[in-house]
């Protein structure tokens, strides 16, 4: 893991990437999001249908985490305000659909508690 500041982006991804060949011969490597302050890491879970009927059962936080691996889930996540909490799920069941995903599936996502936003992490 790497934090990337404002003008170093293309430098560094261009190093991780020979890393990640070098070590496993696949360059490809993810891109995430770096919060600052108390993020919180949570997932979505997403059931849609084979006639596009969905449902997303809002979050769960799993900001405990000891050697890569949660601890703890909590739902609902505390602190979360409402808004972001329902914003969290919808958009988890479109970006779900609009890859005409059927089936379940989990968005993970961190939530920046001081802006008030949340990214999408990996599914």
């Known amino acids: ?4 500041n404002s003008g170093e982006f293309t ?7 020979h890393e990640s060949a070098k ?3 696949n360059a490809t490597v993810p ?5 600052t302050g108390c993020p919180q890491h949570a997932e979505v879970q997403v059931f849609v249908d084979e006639h596009a009927d969905d449902v997303g059962l809002w ?3 799993y900001s405990a985490v000891r050697r890569n691996q949660k601890t703890t889930e909590e739902a609902p996540t505390p602190g979360l305000p409402p808004e972001l909490r329902v914003d969290s799920s919808e958009k988890a069941v479109e970006a779900t659909k609009a890859v005409r995903y059927v089936g379940t599936k ?15 992490m990996q599914t």
């Open 1 to 4: 893991m790497r934090i990337i």
């Open 11 to 17: 430098e560094v991804l261009t190093s991780a990437q």
């Open 23 to 25: 070590s496993s011969g």
């Open 31 to 35: 891109v995430e999001k770096y919060t």
């Open 59 to 61: 979050e769960r936080d």
């Open 106 to 120: 989990t968005m993970e996502l961190i939530f920046d508690n001081d802006a008030n936003k949340f990214y999408f």
